[in-house]
């Protein structure tokens, strides 16, 4: 069920490359990469990893109605009102964000307010897929998945061709607001609405235990998305507004096939290793040793079938993307690997590890490119992303190798 979510998955990204590529071009595919990695910085701090809470405290209370309730309704107001809060900063900071991101004041900023609006949908969006993973109804996530993703995609076809580069911003904004409503029909019979909004139900206790989640959230998702954004921007100023927008073509290839482990990781491995007596080191391994492999094997199917994967999703525009290739598949091969010691990490709440590890790994991340960026120029940026994941999943191994024994 997976694989096929995967595949429409990207087939669907196939076809959105295609026409940015067309319709907006290297320089409006820069402005996008610098949007979605603005509202990961929101979506994280509003959020503040209560994601991940959501899914372990659900999968263990499922079958506690008074205890499920008290969670649902903590999570459910204490998001509502972090969404509110930023929706209110970003109506009152529209014109500066867009002179910032974008260097543009009007247009741009109208796209802020539209999202000031939708925001707390864009926000639940998250919740609510986390409480059906929480239940454990896999193959309701991934029908979930496959429904809004084919909505949004007809969306943004449709944004792009009438209103080019600030089309496709806007349907960056619409796509998690789409999964909201498809949500709500999965959830109609496993909770109420007033069970995700009831003072009566709002316990402190669980905000007491979401602390590490917080901690853990506030260093990866929003220092990390914010180092990211920084990265993107350094490459607009050091190297150019088109060889942003060739990174960004390239970065939107490797999210694609990263979905393969970054959603069975959240669907099946992340539930697991939460359990409170699972076997970490049973599922460690069957993750490095049937995932891994078969992740593998594809990149390197899709090293040598570069040239043509370029002529497919892009235009003659995006040519030079060809030789940042090499090191953006090792490097993701690296993360992915290391991708299941940092899950574990969080899901059996080794904090300070975490922590540690995450602010080493940002480091090295954003100084390595940095550097490599001036004396190397746009290849320099792939390099530096494969040394950080390299160095990352060293420390990592060694952190838990007397586990895997």
């Given amino acids: 069920m997976n694989s096929i979510h995967i595949l429409l998955k990207l087939i669907f990204g196939f076809i959105t490359s295609k026409a940015l590529a067309l319709f907006v071009g290297a320089n409006g595919m820069a402005y996008v990469g610098n949007f979605r990695a603005f509202l990961n910085v929101l979506e994280n701090f509003s959020l503040l990893g209560i994601q991940n809470a959501v899914v372990k405290y659900v999968s263990e209370f499922q079958n506690d109605k008074s205890k499920l309730k008290s969670v649902l309704a903590t999570f459910g107001l204490l998001l509502l009102t972090s969404s509110i809060a930023i929706s209110l900063i970003l109506i009152f900071c529209a014109n500066y964000l867009s002179k910032q991101l974008f260097n543009h004041t009007e247009l741009y900023g109208f796209l802020f307010y539209i999202l000031a609006i939708l925001f707390p949908l864009y926000v639940f969006s998250t919740f609510c897929i986390s409480v059906v993973n929480g239940f454990q109804k896999y193959k309701n996530v991934i029908y979930i998945q496959i429904i809004s993703s084919a909505i949004a995609l007809l969306f943004s076809l449709f944004l792009i061709y009438y209103y080019s580069t600030f089309g496709a911003l806007v349907s960056i904004v619409l796509a998690p607001v789409f999964v909201f409503f498809v949500c709500l029909f999965y959830l109609k019979n496993l909770i109420s609405v007033s069970d995700v909004f009831s003072f009566q139900n709002f316990n402190f206790s669980v905000v007491k235990n979401l602390s590490e989640y917080v901690l853990m959230a506030l260093v990866s998702g929003v220092i990390g998305s914010f180092v990211l954004l920084k990265i993107r921007t350094d490459i607009v100023s050091i190297t150019g507004l088109q060889n942003a927008g060739i990174y960004e073509g390239l970065q939107r290839i490797s999210s694609y096939y990263l979905l393969f482990v970054s959603s069975i990781m959240a669907i099946y491995f992340y539930p697991k290793l939460a359990e409170t007596n699972s076997n970490s080191k049973e599922i460690v391994l069957h993750y490095l040793k049937t995932i891994i492999p078969l992740f593998t094997i594809g990149l390197v199917i899709i090293y040598f079938l570069r040239e043509l994967i370029i002529q497919a999703l892009f235009s003659s525009e995006f040519e030079s993307m060809e030789s940042l290739f090499l090191w953006q598949l090792i490097g993701d091969v690296l993360k992915a690997t290391s991708l299941i010691f940092g899950t574990l990490l969080i899901a059996k709440k080794q904090t300070k590890v975490f922590i540690i590890t995450e602010i080493i790994s940002l480091c090295i991340m954003y100084f390595s490119s ?6 190397i120029g746009i290849n320099g940026i792939v390099q ?22």
């Fill in 384 to 405: 530096a992303y494969a040394f950080t994941y390299l160095i990352y999943l060293v420390v990592l191994v060694i952190y838990f190798r007397k586990q895997l024994r």
């Fill in 370 to 375: 940095n550097w490599m960026l001036h004396t």
